[in-house]
C-alpha cells in the first residue's frame, strides 16, 4: 500500500483494525485501556462504585501475573469469577510456530484474528533481552531494503494484539512472577522494540496504548526508556508519539540525500529529510528521551562512502543521538548486498570521531530469518516464488 496522500482519511484512524468482538461473543480484556476496562465491568453490570477497585484487581491478574482464568483471581468472590468468565475472555495470540537460532534468538509466528499472522522476535543479550514486536500485518511503506515491506498491509493490529506479543513471549520464556514471591531483579524480558512488521506510527492509538499497558506499574512495567519505537518518519505523529507515550524513538533514516532516501525509503517523499529532521530536534525535549537512534542500513555502493559520512554528521548536528548502524541483511531476491566489513568500520570510524556512539549491530537470528528487514509472514512468503519477489523488487 502506498503512503497515504493528503486527501484521505487522517493517518490515524483505525478503519483497517477489526471489532474487539464478534456479534454476541465475549469481550476480549486484553488490550484495553484501564478506563475502558473499567466502563466495560459498568456496562456488563458491575456496580459503579467497585468498578475502579475491580478493574485494577483484574488488571493485576492478567498484565502483573499473566493469569487468563478468571477462576484463578481468587481475591475475587466465586460468584463474580462466574458471572466475569460468562461475559468476557482474556486472550492473546496464538503461537504457530517456534523457531531457536544457533544464537538464542528466538522467533515465534502468532496468529491473531481473521486466521492473519505476524512475527515477533526475542533477543537474548548478556545485559538484556530485547523483544521486536509487529503493529501491523504487512507494511503501509515498501522501503526497497526490506522483506517486510514486499509483503503489502493486510491491515492494523489492535492494541491487545500488540501488547499480547509480549505476554506470549513472556509465557514462552516462563517469565510471569508468582503472586506473594519475591520480586526477581534480572528479567529475561526487558526491552521492547516496535521493529518488527509495520509502521507503528500509522497505527498510533493501538501502538500507544499497548505501550502504556506495557509501561503500567501494576502490570508489566517496564520503564518508557526500555521501549523504542521505530518510525521510518511520519512526520505529524513524531510530537504526539513524545506527548502521549514519550517512550525512546528511533528513526529508519539509512540516507543522506533526498534522491537515494526517496528509493530507499519512499515515505521521504511526503516528508523530506529537513522535514523530518526539524521534527526530530523537538522530540529529546517534549518527550524528555535521552537520544534519538539513527538506525542506518549499510548498503553496498549506495550509502556507505565517507561522504555520506560526513554528510550524516552535519545533518544531525545539534539533536542528541547515537548511530545504529546495520549491516544489511539479505533475503532471497534482494536488491542490495551488504557493505564491507572495512566501510562499515570506516563508516563508524568517522561517526566516532564526530564524538557520536556508534555501534555496529552485530545481525541475530539469520539463519532462522529474524534479522532486521527479514521479517514477513510464513503464510504470506509462502505464496510467493522467488521469481516473484525479485519481480516486486526490479530485480527479475
Same mark, same amino acid.
Given at each position: 500500500?502506498?503512503?497515504?496522500?493528503?486527501?484521505?482519511?487522517?493517518?490515524?484512524q483505525?478503519?483497517?483494525t477489526?471489532?474487539? +468482538?464478534?456479534?454476541?461473543?465475549?469481550?476480549?480484556?486484553?488490550?484495553?485501556?484501564?478506563?475502558?476496562?473499567?466502563?466495560?465491568?459498568?456496562?456488563?453490570?458491575?456496580?459503579?462504585?467497585?468498578? %475502579?477497585?475491580?478493574?485494577?484487581?483484574?488488571?493485576?491478574?492478567?498484565?502483573?501475573?499473566?493469569?487468563?482464568?478468571?477462576? @484463578?483471581?481468587?481475591?475475587?468472590?466465586?460468584?463474580?469469577?462466574?458471572?466475569?468468565?460468562?461475559?468476557?475472555?482474556?486472550?492473546?495470540?496464538?503461537?504457530?510456530?517456534?523457531?531457536?537460532?544457533?544464537?538464542?534468538?528466538? %522467533?515465534?509466528?502468532?496468529?491473531?484474528?481473521?486466521?492473519?499472522?505476524?512475527?515477533?522476535?526475542?533477543?537474548?543479550?548478556?545485559?538484556?533481552?530485547?523483544?521486536?514486536?509487529?503493529?501491523?500485518?504487512?507494511?503501509? /511503506?515498501?522501503?526497497s531494503f526490506?522483506?517486510?515491506?514486499?509483503?503489502?498491509?493486510?491491515?492494523?493490529?489492535?492494541?491487545?494484539?500488540?501488547?499480547?506479543?509480549?505476554?506470549?513471549?513472556?509465557?514462552d520464556?516462563?517469565?510471569?512472577?508468582?503472586?506473594?514471591?519475591?520480586?526477581?531483579?534480572?528479567? /529475561?524480558?526487558?526491552?521492547?522494540?516496535?521493529?518488527?512488521?509495520?509502521?507503528?506510527?500509522y497505527?498510533?492509538? =493501538?501502538?500507544?496504548?499497548?505501550?502504556?499497558i506495557?509501561?503500567?506499574?501494576?502490570?508489566?512495567?517496564?520503564?518508557? *526508556?526500555?521501549?523504542?519505537?521505530?518510525?521510518?518518519?511520519?512526520?505529524?505523529?513524531?510530537? *504526539?508519539?513524545? @506527548?502521549?507515550?514519550?517512550c525512546?524513538?528511533?528513526?529508519?533514516?539509512?540516507?543522506?540525500?533526498?534522491?537515494?532516501?526517496?528509493?530507499?525509503?519512499?515515505?521521504?517523499? +511526503?516528508?523530506?529529510?529537513?522535514?523530518?529532521?526539524?521534527?526530530?530536534r523537538?522530540?529529546? %525535549?517534549?518527550?524528555?528521551?535521552?537520544?534519538?537512534?539513527?538506525?542506518?542500513?549499510?548498503? =553496498?555502493?549506495?550509502?556507505?562512502?565517507?561522504?555520506?559520512?560526513?554528510?550524516?554528521?552535519?545533518?544531525?548536528?545539534?539533536?542528541?543521538? %547515537?548511530?545504529n548502524?546495520?549491516?544489511?541483511?539479505?533475503?532471497?531476491?534482494?536488491?542490495?548486498?551488504?557493505?564491507?566489513? =572495512?566501510?562499515?568500520?570506516a563508516?563508524?570510524?568517522?561517526?566516532?570521531?564526530?564524538?557520536y556512539?556508534?555501534?555496529?549491530?552485530?545481525?541475530?537470528?539469520?539463519?532462522?530469518?529474524?534479522?532486521?528487514?527479514?521479517l514477513?509472514?510464513?503464510?504470506?512468503?509462502?505464496?510467493?516464488?522467488?521469481?516473484?519477489?525479485? @519481480?516486486?523488487?526490479?530485480?527479475?
Amino acid at each position: 500500500m502506498s503512503v497515504p496522500s493528503s486527501n484521505t482519511a487522517p493517518i490515524t484512524q483505525d478503519v483497517l483494525t477489526i471489532p474487539r +468482538k464478534l456479534p454476541d461473543g465475549p469481550l476480549n480484556l486484553v488490550g484495553l485501556t484501564r478506563e475502558a476496562l473499567r466502563e466495560a465491568l459498568i456496562a456488563h453490570g458491575t456496580p459503579e462504585k467497585q468498578a %475502579k477497585m475491580r478493574a485494577g484487581q483484574i488488571w493485576q491478574w492478567i498484565y502483573q501475573w499473566g493469569v487468563r482464568d478468571f477462576d @484463578a483471581m481468587t481475591n475475587l468472590s466465586k460468584a463474580y469469577r462466574s458471572d466475569l468468565a460468562r461475559q468476557f475472555v482474556v486472550e492473546i495470540p496464538e503461537v504457530v510456530s517456534k523457531q531457536v537460532s544457533s544464537d538464542g534468538t528466538r %522467533k515465534y509466528l502468532v496468529r491473531i484474528a481473521g486466521g492473519h499472522e505476524v512475527e515477533v522476535v526475542y533477543i537474548p543479550e548478556t545485559d538484556r533481552g530485547t523483544l521486536c514486536i509487529s503493529s501491523q500485518v504487512g507494511c503501509t /511503506l515498501t522501503c526497497s531494503f526490506c522483506h517486510t515491506g514486499t509483503q503489502k498491509l493486510v491491515r492494523n493490529l489492535t492494541a491487545g494484539e500488540i501488547v499480547g506479543q509480549i505476554m506470549v513471549a513472556r509465557d514462552d520464556l516462563n517469565e510471569w512472577p508468582v503472586p506473594g514471591a519475591p520480586n526477581v531483579e534480572t528479567r /529475561l524480558l526487558s526491552n521492547i522494540v516496535l521493529m518488527g512488521m509495520g509502521e507503528p506510527l500509522y497505527n498510533f492509538e =493501538n501502538v500507544r496504548d499497548a505501550m502504556k499497558i506495557a509501561m503500567d506499574p501494576e502490570g508489566i512495567q517496564l520503564s518508557r *526508556r526500555r521501549i523504542t519505537l521505530s518510525t521510518s518518519g511520519v512526520v505529524p505523529e513524531i510530537h *504526539r508519539t513524545a @506527548a502521549e507515550i514519550g517512550c525512546m524513538l528511533a528513526v529508519s533514516f539509512h540516507a543522506t540525500t533526498d534522491e537515494v532516501r526517496d528509493r530507499l525509503v519512499p515515505i521521504n517523499k +511526503k516528508w523530506n529529510i529537513e522535514t523530518l529532521l526539524d521534527a526530530l530536534r523537538a522530540y529529546p %525535549k517534549v518527550s524528555n528521551s535521552e537520544r534519538i537512534t539513527f538506525e542506518y542500513v549499510m548498503l =553496498n555502493g549506495i550509502n556507505d562512502t565517507d561522504e555520506d559520512a560526513h554528510r550524516l554528521m552535519k545533518l544531525i548536528e545539534g539533536i542528541p543521538a %547515537k548511530i545504529n548502524l546495520i549491516p544489511f541483511n539479505e533475503w532471497p531476491g534482494a536488491p542490495y548486498k551488504r557493505s564491507s566489513n =572495512n566501510r562499515i568500520r570506516a563508516f563508524a570510524d568517522i561517526v566516532h570521531r564526530a564524538g557520536y556512539a556508534s555501534p555496529i549491530r552485530t545481525p541475530r537470528g539469520e539463519d532462522i530469518m529474524a534479522a532486521c528487514g527479514q521479517l514477513k509472514s510464513a503464510t504470506e512468503r509462502a505464496r510467493k516464488s522467488r521469481r516473484q519477489i525479485e @519481480a516486486e523488487t526490479g530485480q527479475g
